[in-house]
Every structure is written in structure tokens, then in C-alpha cells.
């Protein structure tokens, strides 16, 4: 058995039909974890899919800066990291309302 991870509660509507077939096909005590992991794969899906369409992108061998692929995707990589920072991870001034800036070095 996995270690369980803290939970919150989230509201969001769906189109009756599926409701509906979501509780004739998954018991009660399973439903959240069944949404959990339905929306972690389409989640998944939807990054797969963002990643290939950057890699078709990409310029054909070395990049304008002379960087290689390797150190232009170790960039990236950082920069999605960066973006994925959350609130949790930086100490709020007392006033909670005020935006919160991470300064990133490359």
C-alpha cells in the first residue's frame, strides 16, 4: 500500500450522463480515487502532447545561441520547474494578498 498524500476538496460540475455512468460502473468509496486518477492521466496526456508539439518545433541540429539540444532541453526543463513553483514553496510576507516573485537565474 502506497503512503496517502494530504487531500482537497474539489468542486466542478459534469454532464449528467457521465455522472450517472460514473456511479453505476465505480462504487461510492472508490469514486475519488478514480477521478484522481483519470484526471492525472488526461493531466499526463495533455503534457506528452505539449512536449511533442515543442520537440517538432524545435530548429533542425545546433540553435542559434550554439547550444546543444541536450543543454536547450536542460533549459526548458528548468524553466517549466520554475513555473511549477507554488505558493508553498516561498516564504509569504505577512501581507497574504501581495504577489509573490522567484527570480530565476539560467
Avoid: C, Y
Avoid at 487531500?7 to 454532464?15: D, G, N, Q, Y
Amino acid at each position: 500500500m502506497g503512503i496517502s498524500t494530504p487531500k482537497e476538496r474539489a468542486t466542478f460540475s459534469i454532464a449528467a450522463e457521465i455522472k450517472s455512468r460514473l456511479e453505476d460502473e465505480v462504487p461510492k468509496s472508490e469514486r475519488s480515487r478514480f477521478a484522481e486518477k483519470a484526471i492525472a492521466q488526461a493531466l499526463r496526456a495533455v503534457a506528452v502532447k505539449r512536449l511533442k508539439k515543442m520537440l517538432d518545433e524545435l530548429p533542425r541540429g545546433a540553435s542559434a545561441k550554439g547550444e546543444s539540444a541536450t543543454d536547450f532541453l536542460r533549459l526548458q526543463r528548468m524553466k517549466w520547474t520554475a513555473a511549477r513553483l507554488t505558493l508553498s514553496n516561498v516564504r509569504r510576507s505577512e501581507n497574504r494578498d501581495a504577489p509573490v516573485f522567484v527570480k530565476l537565474r539560467h
